[in-house]
């Protein structure tokens, strides 16, 4: 399992988070008829997402090839400021499932939290 670098955004904003998935060799995954999941955890509650993303609901593959992909956040999906824990894992179109990584993602308060109307 790789980790994921230190990911700090703002309450309430939206966000698109970039990754590049890598074999164990250092290679791009490649994501052709892979299924993606990526989670978010506080961190004493790591086996309760208080938000998830699949490559089926808010993740974006903008180069299978090169194993690069977005996970789409909306505005108002992190409300909560505070700190918490990612992580990505990819199905294999094989069934092998591997945790690409897993670090910390800190939500920031904002003096604007909340989305205008």
Known sequence: MSKLQITAV???????L????LDAKGAPENLDGCSIRWALS????????VLTKTSE?????????AGRLL????A??????GQYVQELEITLPTG?????????????AAALP????
């Open 71 to 74: 996970v789409i956040i909306n």
């Open 10 to 16: 703002f309450q309430g904003d939206s966000v698109k």
């Open 96 to 108: 092998e499932t591997y945790t690409y990584g897993q670090g910390p993602f800190i939500v920031k």
């Open 42 to 49: 506080k961190p004493e509650a790591i086996d309760s997402p």
């Open 76 to 81: 108002g999906e992190l409300d909560t400021p």
């Open 18 to 21: 970039p990754f590049e998935a």
């Open 57 to 65: 609901n808010g993740i974006t593959i903008i180069d299978a090839a």
């Open 114 to 117: 909340t989305v205008p109307e």
